[in-house]
């Protein structure tokens, strides 16, 4: 079974920091683009990260522009984790975080997600 | 930035009737266009990919159609499960973006 589970989330202060891990199981994980798509509470999704699959030359990475320079996207091929260093969080973070497996062009699956919550 | 709008915002429909969702795109998507449903408290879930091919395990009623700019997800008889909301999704350039999402409500 395809599966994506979160964890790392938690209540933060503003400015502090989080890393969050996705473990990937029953699929290749290293032939597969992944991405990081939030959702605040009660509103819209929103894509905030992407890395390609692992090159020679490295990965290609993607930023939204409201996380650029504050958040870190990576990957560990090796042990089928997808991960995101969060700093210098702000209170328009919080959301539940969902890791997502990109197949061609399409999002799937979705883990559960997890919630990270930004307020003092 | 594409920007995808959707509408209705809300739509009240009742079983057995035929749920018609719409998604314009602020710049053409090409063919990448993909529809994910999401009920309270779950993640979202595949649907339909590249505009009207369905997603594993997901029922006949459910299709997709359009190009380029406009695209339609239509439920052709509702069932009372199909209470969600909606997004459509482009991926066809970074940043990949979602519309703002089709609440159906089955009375």
């Known amino acids: 079974e395809v599966q994506l589970v979160e964890s790392g989330g938690g209540v933060v202060q503003p400015g502090g920091s989080l890393r969050l891990s996705c473990a990937a199981s029953?699929?290749?994980?290293?032939?597969?683009?992944m991405n990081w798509v939030r959702q605040a509470p009660g509103k819209g999704l929103e894509c905030v990260a992407f890395i390609s699959r692992s090159k020679s030359s490295g990965s290609t990475i993607f930023y939204a522009d409201s996380v650029k320079g504050r958040f870190t996207i990576s990957r560990d091929d090796a042990n089928n984790s997808l991960y995101l260093q969060m700093n210098s969080l702000r209170a328009e973070d919080t959301a539940v975080y969902y890791c997502?497996?990109?197949?061609?062009?399409?999002?799937?699956?979705w883990g559960q997600g997890t919630l990270v919550t930004v307020s003092s | 930035e594409i920007v995808l709008t959707q509408s209705p915002a809300t739509l009240s429909l009742s079983p057995g009737e035929r749920a018609t969702l719409s998604c314009r795109a602020s710049q053409s998507v090409s063919s990448y266009l993909a529809w994910y449903q999401q009920k309270p408290g779950q993640a979202p879930r595949l649907l339909m990919y590249?505009?009207?091919s369905r997603a594993a395990g997901i029922p006949a009623r459910f299709s997709g159609s359009g190009s380029g700019t406009d695209f339609t997800l239509t439920i052709s008889s509702l069932e009372p499960e199909d209470s969600a909301v909606y997004y459509c999704?482009?991926?066809?350039?970074?940043?990949?973006?979602f519309g703002p999402g089709t609440k159906l409500e089955i009375k």
């Open positions: 590249v505009v009207s």
């Open positions: 029953g699929f290749a994980f290293s032939s597969y683009e």
């Open positions: 997502v497996r990109e197949t061609s062009t399409w999002f799937d699956p």
């Open positions: 999704h482009q991926r066809n350039k970074w940043p990949f973006t």
